[in-house]
């Protein structure tokens, strides 16, 4: 049996390694079309931009790993066919590696922006070790930065630019920062907590346009409510796209990414589909969801290859994946965390002081507990998925009790008999 896995980023790496932790002997092939080492991208918008710190990348397995666990990586080559009556994956090279069972690991790619001089030099994405090594480089000479789109990747990066000195504007076109992912209260008091870093928050102000300067590189950043930015260097942060062609030209069944279904495998059994790029059912999300997260990556691949193993076994396939979701993110001085999956409607409950900037918000959907976001306060994170991950659901009265904790409260249903 061979096992082919096209992406060489978390999701893709962690597969290889988990089917070996769960004994798979057969040939395993990592397809991953950027060059050198895989690396991990979460540092990439934080320590990596950080003044001072040296700029290295930091691989998701060392050079070791892949003679250690005989697993064969082909480096900055994409694949670009799947044939599934053959069971063959073509490469860029013109060579074709054949298949029992496929696992798609490929990620998403960043949303470009279209209007008027969105080509100019001196505007960036942020997605790669190649993005990061050009802010990386641009970043101490820069000094009117502007930022398009205050989601996740966007205010890290604000954060570091205005680390370097820079005066920083984010534009969102939103009336809030990182709405699709965060409570009201908790995005409301992430944009105070950037005005106080001295970032200029521009809130339901998208872009318009952007102008160039007498050397052609871009020098204004122009508002959809006219207003205009000097900007010498732009970091456009508005989201991603998954990466689904491969799948869609193969036939297999898309949108929004890759369906799969609760063991992650896709409109055909010998094809499965783990992290950024793949859209599955959770019974948190209520439906189908698609989640951005080395948490989803990670933990989507260790369930395909025990699915995979039970299956090489006889055995009745793997429980369907319900792991929780959980996710950080480092903006400055703030590190949030968050467990569960957080919908602006929940019920909320504010634990701690926001003022001293370490602080939960617990939301409550239906009067029990369904997620946990928290500022600077790892202990509360960590008892919040203790929580969330267990069968015993907090009410919003118990969270309201006297001297009530998160880590008490994890705790006590930790020694609670099962
Ligand atoms: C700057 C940045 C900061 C982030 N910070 C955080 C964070 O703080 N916390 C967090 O939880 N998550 C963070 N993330 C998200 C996290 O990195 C991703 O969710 C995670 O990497 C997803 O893993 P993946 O394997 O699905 O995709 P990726 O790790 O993106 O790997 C996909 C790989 O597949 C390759 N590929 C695509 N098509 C082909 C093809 N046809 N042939 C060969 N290779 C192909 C891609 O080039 C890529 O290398 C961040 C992401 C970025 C970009």
């Known amino acids: 049996m061979s096992i082919v896995i096209i992406g060489g980023g978390q999701g893709g790496l962690q597969s290889a390694d988990s089917l070996r932790t769960e004994g798979y002997t057969g040939q395993i092939t990592i397809v991953a079309d950027e060059p050198g080492l895989p690396y991990q991208r979460p540092p990439l918008s934080k320590d990596y931009l950080t003044p001072g710190k040296e700029a290295l990348p930091l691989p998701l397995r060392g050079e070791a790993f892949f003679n250690d666990k005989n697993i064969r990586i082909v480096r900055g080559v994409a694949a670009t066919a799947i044939n599934r009556q053959n069971r063959t994956v073509s490469l860029a090279d013109g060579t074709t590696l054949d298949y029992e069972q496929l696992v798609l690991a490929t990620g998403t790619r960043n949303r470009s922006l279209t209007c008027a001089g969105s080509q100019l030099p001196g505007i960036h994405s942020l997605r790669t070790l190649a993005d990061a090594q050009a802010l990386h480089t641009a970043l101490p000479t820069a000094r009117n930065v502007v930022v398009i789109g205050a989601g996740f990747i966007g205010l890290e ?23 699709r992912a965060l409570t009201p209260v908790m995005g409301d008091w992430f944009a105070g907590a950037h005005a106080r870093l001295g970032i200029e928050l521009k809130l339901s102000e998208g872009i318009d346009r952007f102008e160039a300067g007498e050397h052609g590189r871009v020098a204004t950043a122009v508002s959809t409510t006219g207003a205009s930015y000097p900007a010498d260097l732009v970091v456009v942060g508005i989201g991603v796209l998954p990466n689904d062609s491969l799948a869609l030209e193969a036939g297999l069944e898309t949108g929004n990414g890759i369906l799969v279904d609760a063991n992650l495998r896709t409109s055909d059994p010998a094809i499965l589909a783990v992290g950024d790029c793949a859209n599955f059912p959770h019974p948190l999300a209520g439906g ?3 989640l951005e997260s080395v948490q989803n990556a990670t933990d989507q691949a260790r369930h395909v290859a025990r699915s995979i193993m039970a299956v ?3 055995q ?14 480092t903006q400055g001085p703030y590190r949030l965390q968050m467990a569960g999956l957080a919908h602006p409607q929940d019920d909320t409950l504010v634990l701690g002081d926001p003022e001293t900037a370490r602080f939960s918000v617990l ?28 069968s015993t659901r907090l009410s919003r009265q118990e969270a309201q009790a006297e001297g009530f904790t998160l880590k008490s409260a994890a705790k006590s249903l930790l020694a609670a008999p099962a």
């Open 157 to 179: 990066f604000a954060a570091a630019a205005r680390a370097h000195g820079c005066n920083t504007t984010v534009l969102e076109f939103a009336p809030r920062p990182m709405g």
């Open 288 to 290: 189908n969801i698609r």
């Open 312 to 314: 090489e076994r006889g």
């Open 316 to 329: 009745t396939e793997a429980n369907p994946y319900t792991d929780l979701p959980w996710f950080w993110s």
């Open 363 to 390: 939301c409550f959907r239906d009067g029990v507990l369904a997620a946990v976001e928290s500022v600077n306060l790892p202990a509360d994170h960590l008892a919040a998925r203790k929580l969330l991950g267990g």
